[in-house]
């Protein structure tokens, strides 16, 4: 596909859903012309055209906050783009993570939940303890605590695993993830990190598959 595949509107735009290749969250809708989005694809960060300001705009060029693409994609119609990109900093202006933090409406039935919030959620219990919490106890308590407990769940997910119980394993494996995530906010480590490198191995692993491919072709 090309730029001139794409359809854009009368006023020469397009809009671009921008999206958190980490998380997947909802970062912003911005709009692109034809030229923002060739020199998105020159430079790998989003290059925008600001409907207020009628001309381009680079974002981060002022506020440092650049956004790296990763990839883009059109909808099933060509008149719409869902960008994912790694961000600098804060996507909206206002230096929210997001633009979109208005809530309207949200179902009993299916709240919302994500690792993102409860990683924060720890580190709050870190950085502002609370009486009575036993995630603020678990910091106090120190690291060997912490690797103790992560110790601990590794040896009851195996067990729960091993019996056979889907239920009970879903359930220690949730506690894993949970004390892990503690123990990741006391060595300093962000989500992103992991992320990184899980997409680090899943690149070697594509090149590897490649070379024994390339391989098998050989011998044939």
């Given amino acids: 596909m090309k730029i001139e595949d794409l359809k854009f509107g009368n006023d020469g735009l397009i809009p671009a859903i921008v999206q958190d290749y980490y998380t997947k969250e909802v970062l912003t809708l911005a709009y692109m012309s034809a030229e923002s989005l060739k020199i998105s694809l020159e430079e ?35 008149d719409a783009l869902v960008i994912e990109v790694v961000k600098d900093g804060p996507a909206c202006h206002l ?5 979109f933090g208005q809530g309207l409406y949200q179902s009993e039935e299916f709240k919302e939940f994500s690792y993102k919030q409860l990683f924060e959620t720890i580190e709050g219990r870190k950085t502002n303890p609370k009486e009575g919490s036993y995630t603020t106890y678990l910091f106090d308590k120190g690291l060997d605590k912490i690797l103790k407990k992560v110790g601990e769940e590794c040896a009851e997910v195996i067990i729960a695993a091993k019996g056979g119980s889907k239920a009970e394993t879903i359930y220690e494996i949730a506690d894993l993830a949970y004390h892990t995530m503690v123990l ?8 992103k990190e992991i992320f990184t490198e899980l997409a680090r191995r899943h690149v070697i692993d594509k090149k590897v598959k490649q070379e024994h491919r390339h391989d098998h072709d050989f011998l044939q």
Avoid at 51 to 66: I, M
Avoid at 95 to 99: D, W
Avoid at 184 to 191: K, N, T
Wanted: glycine share 10%; charged share 25%; net charge positive.
């Fill in 44 to 78: 790998g960060k989003t290059c925008f055209y600001s409907r207020s300001r009628k001309k381009l705009w680079r974002k981060g060029e002022t506020s440092g906050n650049y956004q790296h693409i990763v990839s883009i994609k059109a909808d099933c119609d060509l």
């Fill in 95 to 99: 230096g929210t993570e997001s633009c």
């Fill in 184 to 191: 990741m906010v006391q060595a300093g480590i962000e989500p």
